[in-house]
């Protein structure tokens, strides 16, 4: 009687693409391109966004969002008309009044998601602190349920 020769298994890779990770759009918002300092700025974000675990990406009112269970941070560029590169990120109850109390040039609190305690971090500032961003950042991921 012959035996079957078994076939090894392949290997399933653990670490998701980026491209995988980023969802289309399917808002009915045009999806915005970014450019120069907006787009260096952005690159950076999904840098700190991917580093943490099953973080995804998907286009919300024509602009990047990223999410664990829930969405920990919102990329915005020039929100109707305010002229700043920002992200707004998920925060703990009475973070955001501290961060903009102790800063308010640096940090605000974002339009719609505000009052829900979430916090504007300016990106388009000199000499933007990127491990006080990656600090806020994890800070959000945690608070929208991340491990």
Do not use: Q
């Not at 045009?30 to 787009?39: C, E, F, N, R």
């Not at 109850?93 to 339009?111: K, N, W």
Request: with cysteine; net charge positive.
């Amino acid at each position: 009687m012959a035996t079957k020769k078994k076939t090894p298994a392949k290997k399933k890779s653990t670490e998701k693409t980026r491209a995988s990770r980023t969802l289309p759009n399917t808002s009915l918002h045009p999806l915005h391109v970014y450019s120069g300092p907006a787009k260096v700025a952005l690159e950076k974000v999904r840098a700190i966004c991917f580093s943490l675990p099953d973080t995804i990406e998907k286009i919300s009112h024509g602009a990047p969002w990223f999410f664990a269970k829930k969405g920990f941070v919102a990329f915005a560029e020039d929100h109707h008309g305010d002229g700043r590169i920002a992200i707004w990120v998920r925060g703990a109850e009475g973070a955001a009044g501290m961060l903009v109390e102790s800063d308010p040039t640096r940090f605000f609190i974002p339009p719609y998601v505000g009052p829900s305690g979430w916090v504007g971090v300016r990106l388009d500032r000199p000499k933007t602190d990127w491990s006080m961003v990656r600090e806020i950042v994890a800070e959000g991921y945690r608070c929208a349920g991340g491990k």
